[in-house]
Every structure is written in C-alpha cells, then in structure tokens.
C-alpha cells in the first residue's frame, strides 16, 4: 500500500509593518505653533471656542422653535399674561390732530382684537394710520399702563378738485384728502377735470410766477390733459398755452398788462393766449350785460391794443 504525502504549502512571509507617516504629528505641531502665536492664551481661545458653539447651538434652537410656533406662542401666553396683569389699551392720545376726524384715528388704532399693550402691533397701526388721507406722517407709542400715543403730522388743504360731479379737498401734491360738498368746501381754488389734482403743484408753480392774480383766482381747469383754463373771481377766463414754460410766460404777461391797464373786473369774458402771437379778448354780447360795463370792457379793449402797437 503506497503512501501520499500531502505537502502544505508554505505560508507567504510578512511584509515588515511600514512605520506611520508623521504627517499628523507634522501638522499638530503647526497647528500648536499658530495657536502659540496668538495674542491670547490657549485658555482664553479654548473659552471664545465653547461660547462660540453655545452661542450656534442657540441660534439653531431659536430658529427651529420659531419654525414650529413656539416663539409665537410664547409670545402670545406674555400678551395674556401682561393683560391679565391689568395692562390693557384703554386710552388714545392723539397729538397734533387740528383737522382731522379724532374718532377716524380712534376706530383705526383701537381696530386689533387683542387689546393687550403687549400684544398691540405699533407698526400695523401706523401703517393702518398712514392709509387715512388726512395723515402725511403718524408715530406710535405705548404709555404704560394703559395708553396709546399716536402723534400725527396733518396734511394743509390747498385746493379742492371736480372730477365726475365730486368734489374733494386735496393737498399741494394733489393727494385726496376727504369728501365735501358744495355747502362745507372752504374758500380755496377749484382745480377741474381729470387728473387736475396730479397738477396741483404744477399749478403752485405757475401761479408763484404772478402773484398779484394768485389772490384773485377762483379755479383753474386742466383742459385735455395738457393746458389751464384760469378762472378769477371777477368772472373771467384766461386760456393758458400748453407747456410750462409758455404758460409761465404768458402768465407773467397777463400780470403785467393787467397791473398796467386793469383787465380783470371790466366785464371782458375771456382772454385767450394759447396762441404766443396773438392776445385775443372775447367780449359780452349787446344786451348780456349793462351798456356801461360792456363800454369799459370796450375801453380795455382799446388800451390793450394801443399798448401792444407802442411795444411793436
């Protein structure tokens, strides 16, 4: 009986264990070297360090409980809370209020459902104030325990605009200001038609130009989106050019002839100088007006044009 011998094979040899690099030992020691250079000491930075991520740590917390509402709600439980404790708005102080409707001011700042002082949103009711058109400017304050203060910068009327059979009162920047009628509107000129009182302060320009007929205008209407009809209280038309520049111009004209020939109050109905050329002057009819009236309107008539042939 033969035998096999099973022969086993030899195990590879070991590699030598190769030694550990030093680059991390290289970059400890950098590392320790700039820390060592600092201005302040390991413990100090070590210290900056932990309020550094407590400060982060924060943060995050803050931000993932507004996310889920708790910043709200705990907002809300203070507002009870301070409410409960007595400190509810219970009074409106309104400073610098001369025109303008108190009780508008009152409905507005009192209109928030939570009356807590704590609760109260100042800026939602200043901007709530800021859409009444009498306020140009508002500011509001808490006054423990139970006040509101809103201090108010009024709007001036300066005219009062036609359009679509109303009539309303506006400021020099043509901002609507409330409703009037014909019985209350105050002594102030009469802007008319569409868009007049988005030319409000270009008429303030126009009229800064001649201000000897600015006491005597009664109203003024935007014709066509683009000239002015003057109307003086005396009754008289005065049909401006268009363009600033030459109604500026012809304005200042008209001032001129009339301080030197007294124009207004003759009983002329019209004067038309849309035309740079030619100053034309509409009288009454025979019969409209008195026999001496219509004579002294001829008479300015006269003067005007005998004072235009000295100046040719």
Same mark, same amino acid.
């Given at each position: 009986? #033969? #035998? =096999? ?5 030899? *195990? @590879? ?20 070297? /700039?820390?060592?250079?600092? @201005? ?5 930075? !070590?210290?900056?360090?932990?309020? =550094? ?9 803050? +931000? ?6 708790? =910043? ?10 301070v409410g409960r404790a007595g400190f509810q708005v219970r009074k409106v102080e309104v400073v610098g209020a001369d025109r303008i409707d108190r009780l508008k001011v009152y409905d507005i700042a009192l209109a !928030? ?19 009444? $058109? ?14 509101? %203060?809103?201090? /108010? %910068?009024?709007? =001036? ?19 609507v200001l409330e409703r009037v009628t014909v019985a209350t509107m105050p002594d102030l000129p009469l802007v008319i038609g569409p868009r007049a009182n988005q030319r409000a302060q270009d008429l303030a320009r126009?009229?800064?130009? *001649?201000? #000897? ?5 009664? $109203? ?9 009809d003057l109307r003086f209280r005396s009754g008289e038309t005065l049909s401006l050019p268009e363009g600033e520049e030459a109604a500026k111009a012809a304005l200042a004209k008209f001032a001129h002839m009339d ?20 100053? %034309? +002057? ?5 019969? !409209?007006?008195?026999?001496? !009236? ?11 044009? *005998? #004072?235009?042939?000295?100046? $040719?």
């Amino acid at each position: 009986m #033969s #035998s =096999t011998k099973i022969r086993r094979a030899k *195990a @590879p040899p070991r590699r030598p264990a190769r030694a550990p690099k030093k680059r991390r030992k290289v970059q400890q020691s950098r590392l320790n070297a /700039i820390i060592n250079a600092l @201005p302040i000491s390991p413990q100090r930075l !070590q210290k900056i360090a932990n309020w =550094t991520v407590g400060v982060s740590l924060f943060a995050v917390a803050g +931000l993932a409980a507004h996310a889920t509402g708790v =910043t709200a709600k705990i907002h809300e439980e203070y507002a009870q809370a301070v409410g409960r404790a007595g400190f509810q708005v219970r009074k409106v102080e309104v400073v610098g209020a001369d025109r303008i409707d108190r009780l508008k001011v009152y409905d507005i700042a009192l209109a !928030q459902k939570d009356r807590s002082m704590a609760a109260v949103d100042l800026e939602d009711v200043r901007r709530d104030l800021m859409r009444y $058109g009498w306020i140009k400017d508002a500011r509001v304050s808490r006054r423990l325990p139970d006040t509101l %203060v809103i201090d /108010i %910068v009024e709007r =001036t009327p300066a005219a009062i605009w036609q359009h679509n059979n109303r009539l309303s009162l506006i400021d020099d920047k043509g901002v609507v200001l409330e409703r009037v009628t014909v019985a209350t509107m105050p002594d102030l000129p009469l802007v008319i038609g569409p868009r007049a009182n988005q030319r409000a302060q270009d008429l303030a320009r126009l009229l800064s130009e *001649a201000s #000897s007929l600015k006491e005597l205008l009664a $109203g003024a209407t935007w014709v066509g989106n683009r000239r002015w009809d003057l109307r003086f209280r005396s009754g008289e038309t005065l049909s401006l050019p268009e363009g600033e520049e030459a109604a500026k111009a012809a304005l200042a004209k008209f001032a001129h002839m009339d301080g030197a020939n007294r124009l207004l109050g003759r009983g002329i109905l019209r004067f038309d100088m849309r035309d740079p050329a030619r100053f %034309v +002057l509409r009288l009454p009819h025979e019969g !409209q007006v008195a026999p001496a !009236q219509l004579d002294d309107a001829r008479a300015a008539v006269d003067a005007v044009a *005998a #004072s235009q042939s000295n100046e $040719g």
